[in-house]
T-cell receptor, first 113, second 112 residues
Framework: GAGVSQSPSNKVTEKGKDVELRCDPI?????LYWYRQSLGQGLEFLIY????????KSGLPSDRFSAERTGGSVSTLTIQRTQQEDSAVYLC???????????FGQGTRLTVV | AQKVTQAQTEISVVEKEDVTLDCVYE???????LFWYKQPPSGELVFLIR??????QNEISGRYSWNFQKSTSSFNFTITASQVVDSAVYFC?????????FGAGTQVVVTP
């Protein structure tokens, strides 16, 4: 596609439920990133995929968070047993290489009630 | 540890005034990249500029210019002759290998 696509754009879930957030990067981009943006914490790095290398998971806040990238393209961020503090906008970005500019999607606004 | 500080929380200007956004960073890396991103009310982060740590040449691109000074670890960004459409939150970021450390952002409000 022309840009990074994220779905859903909005998600409301009950505390304790699992959620899956999807990211379709720009075609041909080898690097993919997930960030989280919340009022209290600003923009936080979560996880980074580059080609076939092992992902950098150093930003994941707890073991309830996981992500995978299938076929070097689409990525899914999964949050298990959601908590209210997980409420945030989850942003996905992709770039042509590891140091190129990252193009961000519109984000998924997650609200845990 | 890496850190990016944007001391200005909000800047309000009248259209056509210049706006300078401050950014100070900390890193122990010798190779790194610095970025400026814009986040308009629509929410999507828009890439503006990128510099690497070996290139301190300052440039102008349209109404945007930047001042990178490695000696003071600063990477300031200026919008010349601001327009209402420049109203947004501007983020400075520091990174390498895809992991960006963002500053808290500066809200720019441009009024007609």
């Amino acid at each position: 596609g022309a840009g990074v696509s994220q779905s859903p754009s909005n998600k409301v879930t009950e505390k304790g439920k699992d959620v899956e957030l999807r990211c379709d990067p720009i075609s041909g981009h080898t690097a993919l990133y997930w960030y989280r943006q919340s009022l209290g914490q600003g923009l936080e790095f979560l996880i980074y995929f580059q080609g076939n290398s092992a992902p950098d998971k150093s930003g994941l806040p707890s073991d309830r968070f996981s992500a995978e990238r299938t076929g070097g393209s689409v990525s899914t961020l999964t949050i298990q047993r959601t908590q209210q503090e997980d409420s945030a906008v989850y942003l996905c970005a992709s770039s042509l290489d590891t140091v190129g500019e990252a193009f961000f999607g519109q984000g998924t606004r997650l609200t845990v009630v | 540890a890496q850190k990016v500080t944007q001391a200005q929380t909000e800047i309000s200007v009248v259209e056509k005034e210049d706006v300078t956004l401050d950014c100070v960073y900390e890193t122990r890396d010798t190779t790194y990249y610095l970025f400026w991103y814009k986040q308009p009310p629509s929410g999507e982060l828009v890439f503006l500029i990128r510099r690497n740590s070996f290139d301190e040449q300052n440039e102008i691109s349209g109404r945007y210019s930047w001042n990178f000074q490695k000696s003071t670890s600063s990477f300031n960004f200026t919008i010349t002759a601001s327009q209402v459409v420049d109203s947004a939150v501007y983020f400075c970021a520091l990174g390498y290998w895809g992991k960006l450390q963002f500053g808290a952002g500066t809200q720019v409000v441009v009024t007609p």
